[in-house]
């Protein structure tokens, strides 16, 4: 099946307009992270150390969990595609007792973490409140999965801005929140970093509360009985969220470690190493998320034209989606080409800081067009409820090829923090190039 120019504009019009949103959802989330490091970071030292060293346990255990869910996005749009509207339903209350299994573990795991800190050596005077700030944080957790489950729910049926005004209001709760009860105005106690991880959870309640009222409330949804009476869990329904889900949670789990490993070895080399990398990986992952927000978009395109019974279809949006993410994050690399210490200056006005960073974000530069053809392919691979083979490929991406490569350079080899880039690099490329391939032979006609 040929595909005419109309066609092209008419998918990149329908992939923008789904994608863009859920890329400002993506980034409003990021800005939550942002705030609670300067309240703390205006507060103290300390209280700044014990947020940042919390985050980097807590991530880890909810992404995990958030990555599961999202695989009703790829299993919405297929039934949407096939017109099987009791099936969306079912999947979605199905999504709930999933969401109701991952919350217990996570809510444990959060509030034991101590014994990991401890372990590590990490200093005495920032395990108290990195161990307070986790517990705190820790009950909003079912707020966040329920905003997540339902916000991907809705992304699979192209119904994107909602959450994005809804994450938009959050984080505007976030930010008196924060104040009140780190600082302790309007007669509330002074908390310190404790303070922020309440104030997330209140957010987070929020935020979940929110779109289970527009879930029940939004008029076209009615037609799925979304919040019918149920017996309880239908375990042919959360075995199929499983199948799809926890490969993805692995493969999602697996890229985020090792970006860790690689800031954990680059704090082995120097003060400044740490710091321009924490600067350049902050650019990078930034820009990430336009890439990221629209391949949950190709996952709901593809999985639509799947579940309609068109294969050609499913594979022209799956690569023109990824043509979409490779060309925005080509024109992101120049921009980081061109004024790299323009970039550089708005994260730190440190001299040294600033020539290892501007050198690192080079490579940042270097990788931008692999990272969009490695996130789009695994956001169309999504879409076909493909993600076994993805984690695999994964492993091999970023632990077999993309860490011993930068280990080699970085360490044994002894060139710095930016033979540990090239380690990213080559762990990206090599992604690219196996999700694009699995997803061309999946699709291509007999």
């Known amino acids: 099946m040929k595909h005419s120019l109309n066609d ?42 014990g947020v940042a060293v919390g985050n980097a346990l807590y991530h880890p255990v909810t992404l995990f969990g958030m990555a599961i869910l999202v695989a009703i996005n790829p299993v919405a749009s297929q039934y949407l595609g096939a017109r099987k509207f009791d099936e969306i339903g079912k999947s979605a209350r199905q999504t709930l007792w999933l969401i109701a299994f991952l919350t217990i573990p996570s809510f444990l795991l959060l509030r034991n973490l101590d014994i990991i800190l401890t372990w590590a050596h990490v200093d ?53 929140a924060d104040y009140m009860l780190m600082y302790g105005i309007f007669g509330f106690e002074a908390m310190g970093a404790k303070g922020t991880g309440y104030a997330t959870t209140i957010v987070q309640i929020a935020g979940g509360i929110s779109m289970i009222i527009f879930t029940a409330r939004f008029k076209p949804f009615k037609r799925f009985h979304v919040f019918a009476k149920t017996k309880g869990p239908d375990w042919t329904y959360i075995k199929e969220l499983i199948r799809v889900g926890v490969p993805n949670g692995i493969s999602s789990t697996l890229e985020i470690l090792l970006f860790a490993a690689v800031s954990i ?73 061109t004024i790299p210490e323009t970039i550089v200056g708005i994260y730190t006005n440190d001299p040294e800081v600033m020539v290892v960073a501007v050198s690192l974000i080079f490579y940042a530069g270097v990788f931008q067009i692999s990272d969009g053809l490695q996130v789009g392919g695994f956001g169309a691979l999504r879409g076909l409820k493909d993600t076994r083979m993805p984690m695999v490929f994964n492993f091999v991406s970023y632990w077999v090829v993309g860490f011993s490569v930068g280990y080699y350079f970085g360490i044994i080899k002894d060139i710095g923090p930016g033979g540990l880039w090239i380690g990213l690099i080559s762990g990206l490329t090599v992604a690219a190039v196996l999700h694009n391939t699995r997803f061309h032979l999946m699709t291509k006609k007999n």
């Open 124 to 176: 005495p005077l920032i395990i108290p409140k990195s161990t307070e700030y986790l517990k705190a944080i820790s009950w909003g957790v079912p707020g966040l999965l329920v905003f997540a489950g339902l916000r991907y729910f809705c992304e699979g049926l192209a119904i994107t801005k909602p959450a994005m005004y809804i994450a938009f209001i959050m984080l505007l709760i976030n930010i008196p």
């Open 265 to 337: 070895l680059m704090g082995t080399l120097s003060v400044t190493a740490s710091a321009s990398h924490q600067v350049a990986l902050s650019i990078a992952a930034t820009v990430f998320m336009i890439p990221l927000g629209l391949s949950m978009a190709i996952s709901q395109r593809v999985g639509l034209a799947i579940g309609q019974g068109s294969i050609e279809n499913a594979r022209f949006r799956g690569f023109l989606g990824t043509a979409v993410c490779t060309a925005i994050m080509t024109f992101t690399a120049l921009l980081i080409f």
């Open 8 to 49: 092209i504009k008419h998918e990149v019009s329908t992939l923008l307009d789904i994608g863009l949103p859920i890329v400002g959802t993506q980034l409003l989330g990021m800005g939550l992270n942002v705030t609670d490091t300067i309240m703390a970071g205006n507060l103290s030292a300390a209280d700044l150390a």
